[in-house]
C-alpha cells in the first residue's frame, strides 16, 4: 500500500539476443584454367574457313576466343574437312574394258595405302588413227567404224563443244554435233584426206564430266595375292587404252590434320598455312589438293574447310573467381573438365569431395608470378581452404608466408595452404663451371676430374663412390675421392678429351629410406599449422595417371564440407581413385612414418582396388597436438570467427561502458550456449565447454576491451590404449 500517488520510473537495459551467424569455411584451387577448343569436342566452333591450296592461308585470329588468352604452340592442330588428297599420280597408265586399271611400274598402291572408295582422275593423249575422211570446203567427215578401237562409241567418246584436232590436213576446232558415223565442225576443211592419212586425238575416256571414277579394290592374280600397281574400278570401260592414261590417284578427307607446312604465332593469334600442304594418309605423307585443283572446275560448295584445335590459357577467373555450387557448373564454367585443364580437373576433385561451393581461381601467367597473383584474390575473398596445383616447394612456401600473415590478431583472416610435393629420386651434392678433366699420367687414361673451387669432402654432402658426375649430358660414376678438388671416374668409361670450364653437377642416387626422409624435412622446413603438405606424389583419376596436387583437391573439399570438429583421418575419398608411391605399392610403413614425422598428410589404401583414405591429418607444424591436427586447427579457426562475429556488431556503435561489458558478456553467452548445443553424431559439439575468464576495459588503452575466453575444445581420437589383463 502506497501513503501518496506515485509514478515509478525504471531505467533498465533490454537483454537482446546476440546475432549468431555460423562462419563459412570456403574453399578454393588455384592453378592454370585452359581454353581448350577441340575438332572432335566441338569442330563446328573451330572453323576458320576455306584452305586455299593454290596460295596459301592466312588466319587472323583464333576461332571461339576469349578476351585475353595467351595461345600455346603445345596442343595446336591445324584440321581439314571436305578435302582431298594426292596419293598417286602419273601419265604411263593404261585400263581395260574389264575396269582394270595400271598404274606406272613404280606404283605400289599397297604401301601407298590405296582404299576401296578413292577415286581416280583419268585422261588421255592417246590418238585414234586412220579413222576418217574429211572432203575440201565441208565441215563434216566420215567415220570409218571398221578402224575404230574395239568398243570405242564415237558418241560416247566426243560431244558438242569438244576441242577436236586432226593432223593431216592440219586442223583444229569444236564439235558442232556428233553421231556414231559423222562428226561436225564449226570450220570446214581446207584439203581432201583419206582415211589412212588423219589421226584424231581422243580427248576423254569416257562421256563422264567429271573423269573421276571410284577403286573398287586393289587388283589380284590368281593366287589371290595383290598385284601393287593395279587398281579395280567399279566402272566397266567400253574400249581398252594400252598406253598413255594420265591418272591421279585421291581420297576425300573428312579429317585430315596438316602436321607441317605452317607457322603460328602464340603473341599475335596469326596463323599462315602454306600452299600445297601435305597430310598423312596411310603411312604416307601426301599432297593436299581439293575438289576444285582436283576436277578442273571453278569452284565447288565442298572445298576444304580449316578447322583450328588450340589451347590457351585462360585469364577469365585470375581475378574472379568461378564459383561451382553444383557438379555442372564446373563444365559450364571452366569447359574441359579433365587432366588437359588443370583447374577444370581441380575443381571437379574439389567438389566431388566438398559437396558443397567451392571456387576455382585462375592465373593469369603460367609461371611463379601467375600463381603469386592469386594470392590478392585469395586474400580478398576470404578463401580457408587453399589448393594448390603445385608441387614446387618454394611456391607453397610463399602461400604458407601468406595464410601466417593472414591470420595476425589485426587481420583474423585464417586459411590453410595445401599443395604437393614430387618424389625425390636424387640429391645434389656439388656443382660448379670451372671444372677441367685430365689424364692419368700413370695409365694415360683420361679419368680424373678436378675443380680448384670444389668441395668434394664437404662434411655435410661428402661425395662418394658410386656417386654420379654429369658433364652437359653425359653421366659418369665415380671410383674415388683424390681429396676435396680432384675425382677419379670408372676407368672403363673415361672423359673423351682432356678440357676445362667445364659446368658439371654431382648427384647420388636416393634409397627409399632417403627419399622418404627428404619428402619430411621438405614439410619440416615450412613448420606452420597453416601449411598442409600432401603424398603421394602421383595419383589415378578416371583411368589416368595424374600429379599428387589433386591430393590437396581432395583435403581441401573434404575440409570445406565437413563440420569444423570433424576429423579426417581414414576417410576415404571422391573422384580420385589410386595413389601410387605409398603403401601398396613403394614405401613399407616405417618408411611412410619418417614421411608423416615431417608433418605430411599421407594418402594410402589397402589395395591396388581398395578405396584410398587419409592416413593422418597432420600440418606442418608438429610441436602440439593443437597445431599439428588439421580438425584442431580448423575448429579453433571456425570458433575464433564465430565469436569474433558475435562481437563485431558493437565495434563503433557503443561507447565502454559497464552496460557495454555486461551486453558482451550476455552475447558471448549465448554464443557459448549455442555452439554447445551445436552437436554433431560420433564427433559432438566444436565447443565442450567455455567461460568468460576475463571480459573488462584495457588498463592500457581505454578504448579496447579485453576478453579472454577459457575453451575446452574436441580433438580426435587416434590412439586407444587396450590393456588386455589376465
Known sequence: MTIKPLVLVFQELRTSAATIVTPTLSGCVVGPHYHIQTYADNHGAILAGAYDVVNGTTVASMPAAVPGMKLKSQGFRLWLDEARAIIDSGVAGSITQAGLFTGGPSDNFVTYGVQPGDTIKLTSSITVAGVATVAFGTNAFLINLASLPVGFVPTNEFAVGDAITLATPAYSGKITAVTNTTITVDTAFTANAAAAAISVVRVRLLRNATQTYAVKAI????????????????????????????????????????????????????????????????????????????????????????????????????????????????????????????????????YGNAQATIYAVGIASEDDAGFLGAIDVINRNHFYAQAILTQEAALLAAFNAN????????????????????????????????????????????????????????????????????????????????NNNRLQVVSTTPFPSSTTGLTYTITRALSKDQQAASIASTATALGSKRTIVTWSDSVSIGGVQAPGYYLSCVL????????????LTNKGIAVVEKVYHTNWDYFSDTQLDTIATGGVTVFVQDDANS?????????????????????????????????????????????????????????????????????????????LAANIETLAQSTISPDRVEIFLGTKQPVPLNTVGLHMII
Open 611 to 687: 578405396l584410398p583414405y587419409v592416413r593422418m591429418q597432420l600440418t606442418t607444424d608438429q610441436s602440439t597436438l593443437e597445431t599439428g591436427q588439421i580438425s584442431a586447427v580448423k575448429n579453433n579457426d571456425y570458433l575464433s570467427l564465430f565469436f569474433k562475429g558475435i562481437i563485431k556488431p558493437y565495434l563503433g556503435t557503443w561507447n565502454v561502458t559497464p552496460e557495454l561489458i555486461g551486453a558482451l558478456g550476455t552475447a558471448i553467452q549465448q554464443g557459448i550456449t549455442f555452439q554447445l548445443n551445436n552437436r554433431v553424431a560420433k564427433i559432438g559439439a566444436p565447443l
Open 556 to 567: 581441401a573439399g573434404m575440409i570445406v564440407g565437413l563440420p569444423s570438429q570433424a576429423g
Open 219 to 350: 587388283a589380284v592374280d590368281g593366287n589371290n595375292a595383290p598385284i601393287v600397281n593395279q587398281l579395280q574400278l567399279t566402272t566397266n570401260f567400253p574400249f581398252t587404252a594400252a598406253s598413255g592414261v594420265s591418272y591421279e590417284v585421291t581420297r576425300r578427307l573428312t579429317q585430315a590434320e596438316i602436321t607441317s607446312g605452317f607457322t603460328l604465332s602464340t603473341v599475335t593469334g596469326i596463323l599462315q598455312v602454306a600452299p600445297a600442304a601435305e597430310v598423312l594418309v596411310g603411312t604416307m605423307l601426301r599432297n593436299l589438293t581439293d575438289y576444285s585443283t582436283l576436277l578442273g572446275l571453278a569452284a565447288l560448295a565442298d572445298a576444304p574447310q580449316m578447322y583450328l584445335e588450340y589451347k590457351a590459357l585462360d585469364v577469365s577467373f585470375a581475378n574472379i573467381p568461378a564459383p561451382i555450387q553444383k557438379n555442372a557448373d564446373v563444365g559450364l564454367l571452366l569447359g574441359v573438365t579433365d587432366l588437359r585443364n588443370p583447374l577444370g580437373q581441380g575443381a571437379v576433385v574439389m
Open 403 to 482: 595464410a601466417i600473415a593472414q591470420a595476425a590478431p589485426e587481420k583474423a583472416n585464417y586459411g590453410l595452404a595445401i599443395g604437393n610435393v614430387p618424389l625425390p629420386t636424387t640429391i645434389t651434392l656439388a656443382s660448379g663451371t670451372a671444372g677441367q678433366t685430365q689424364v692419368d699420367p700413370s695409365t694415360s687414361i683420361i679419368d680424373f676430374f678436378q675443380d680448384g673451387a670444389g668441395a668434394f669432402e664437404n662434411p655435410a654432402l661428402t661425395v662418394l663412390p658410386g656417386d654420379l658426375l654429369t658433364i652437359s649430358s653425359a653421366s659418369y660414376v665415380i671410383n674415388q675421392v683424390v
